[in-house]
T-cell receptor, first 112, second 116 residues
Framework: QQQVKQSPQSLIVQKGGISIINCAYENTAFDYFPWYQQFPGKGPALLIAIRPDVSEKKEGRFTISFNKSAKQFSLHIMDSQPGDSATYFCAASRGNTDKLIFGTGTRLQVFP | DTGVSQDPRHKITKRGQNVTFRCDPISEHNRLYWYRQTLGQGPEFLTY????????KSRLLSDRFSAERPKGSFSTLEIQRTEQGDSAMYLCASSRGLRGAGETQYFGPGTRLLVL
């Protein structure tokens, strides 16, 4: 059962453009929503995270928008750079276990 | 401060053989997680430890899989009688485990397993 749905599967953006990746979740008990970035041959690395009591969080060029009523959240990468080319995963967790439920990933390619 | 390390980075084995992977978490991190990632998919939770106690196991973890964290530091994941379907990247992550919900999990580079 896929509890976190992610789209698109792949994304091509020109340098300087905005990259937008969307996720939807089903379990209303989720209370922590991180985004991870993964380069080939590496483990995922935390990019930015949000809790459901906040509708938006910004860190540098990266912004999470969160819509609790729609059970959706998205990652916006402003001024996308070739170095941002990687696979991005949204995830969700709940309660004390913190086990992460990941989306299927979005492969981002930023062309100069 | 060193990150999470995993050993080996790559493992090729024949079907039916046993394999063991090791994970060394960030020093003083109380929680340790194992995930499995297949090609083109997100990581899937397998199991986690709070110190030396294994607190949850996914249904993905068949009886051929066993994980230990004997002294609350490093952990091992053993797969017995490997099958071709076990081919995947096995990721380890650790977190402080002090506050409960919403702590950052730091991932290691993974062990890529290929079962022939």
């Amino acid at each position: 059962q896929q509890q976190v749905k992610q789209s698109p599967q792949s994304l091509i953006v020109q340098k300087g453009g905005i990259s937008i990746i969307n996720c939807a979740y089903e379990n209303t008990a989720f209370d922590y929503f991180p985004w991870y970035q993964q380069f080939p041959g590496k483990g995922p690395a935390l990019l930015i995270a949000i809790r459901p009591d906040v509708s938006e969080k910004k860190e540098g060029r990266f912004t999470i928008s969160f819509n609790k009523s729609a059970k959706q959240f998205s990652l916006h990468i402003m001024d996308s750079q070739p170095g941002d080319s990687a696979t991005y995963f949204c995830a969700a967790s709940r309660g004390n276990t913190d086990k992460l439920i990941f989306g299927t990933g979005t492969r981002l390619q930023v062309f100069p | 401060d060193t990150g999470v390390s995993q050993d080996p980075r790559h493992k090729i084995t024949k079907r039916g053989q046993n394999v063991t992977f090791r994970c060394d978490p960030i020093s003083e991190h109380n929680r340790l997680y194992w995930y499995r990632q297949t090609l083109g998919q997100g990581p899937e939770f397998l199991t986690y430890f709070q110190n030396e106690a294994q607190l949850e196991k996914s249904r993905l973890l068949s009886d051929r899989f066993s994980a230990e964290r004997p002294k609350g530091s490093f952990s091992t994941l053993e797969i017995q009688r490997t099958e071709q379907g076990d081919s995947a990247m096995y990721l380890c992550a650790s977190s402080r485990g002090l506050r409960g919900a919403g702590e950052t999990q730091y991932f290691g580079p993974g062990t890529r397993l290929l079962v022939l």
